[in-house]
């Protein structure tokens, strides 16, 4: 049982680069979220996914496209990445409606570092 | 104004002392109150867990709520060295079904060392 899972753990783009960010959780949990984390600005939500087949915008959505592939995945993609992305990026999930106790506790994976120069 | 305010610090207390970690919020309608422990280089794990007003008490820790005060803190008894970490707090609304369900707003995290 991994639990959440992410690719890659580094990523150096160049400006005007695209690149996806993979994330698997095994955990059967309904709601996946993906979060940038920067010195001082805590955890910010970019994109989540409520469940199978629904995607909503965050906090900072600009610049990132997402796609909920199955109940078990969820990427992140930036189409033409900026030096304002660099970041470390975190995907969450967890188990959604209809589960009884702390179905909203979220489970995070151990980060992609990304550097955009 | 950040819907939720937490002093990033850095704190740095002494092996066995009391720590007190503080977050301020400005939704009234947050009912579901979170600390995440996020070591160096890793994700955030939950830590604590309180619904509405209250305390809850787990080993060395323990979280307030006060929603009068819309404040809540969290208690580390006891501090050890592996206490060091980035402690975030997270805050729900109540009912966010939906698609919003689950949406957590978090603090800017504090960093704690705790030295021997």
């Known amino acids: 049982n991994a639990g959440v899972t992410q690719t890659p753990k580094f990523q150096v783009l160049k400006t005007g680069q695209s690149m996806t960010l993979q994330c698997a959780q095994d955990m059967n949990h309904n709601s996946m979220y993906w979060y940038r984390q920067d010195p001082g600005m805590g955890l910010r939500l970019i994109y989540y996914s409520a469940s199978e087949g629904t995607t909503d915008k965050g906090e900072v959505p600009n610049g990132y496209n997402v796609s909920r592939l199955n109940k078990r995945e969820f990427s992140l993609r930036l189409e033409s990445a900026a030096p304002s992305q660099t970041s470390v990026y975190f995907c969450?999930?967890?188990?959604?409606?209809?589960?009884?106790?702390?179905?909203?506790?979220?489970?995070f994976g151990p980060g992609t570092r990304l550097t955009v120069t | 104004q950040k819907e939720v305010e937490q002093d990033p610090g850095p704190l740095s207390v002494p092996e066995g002392a009391i720590v007190s970690l503080n977050c301020t919020y400005s939704n009234s309608a947050f009912q579901y109150f979170m600390w995440y422990r996020q070591y160096s280089r890793k994700g955030p794990e939950l830590l604590m867990y309180?619904?509405?007003?209250g305390n809850k008490e787990d080993g060395r820790f323990t979280a307030q709520v006060d929603k009068s005060s819309k404040y809540i803190s969290l208690f580390i008894r006891d501090s050890q060295p592996s206490d060091s970490a980035t402690y975030l707090c997270?805050?729900?609304?109540?009912?966010?079904?939906?698609?919003?369900?689950?949406?957590?707003?978090f603090g800017q995290g504090t960093i704690l060392t705790v030295h021997p």
């Open positions: 309180t619904y509405s007003s």
């Open positions: 969450a999930s967890s188990g959604g409606p209809g589960l009884q106790g702390r179905g909203y506790e979220q489970y």
């Open positions: 997270a805050m729900r609304a109540r009912g966010a079904g939906g698609t919003s369900y689950g949406k957590l707003t």
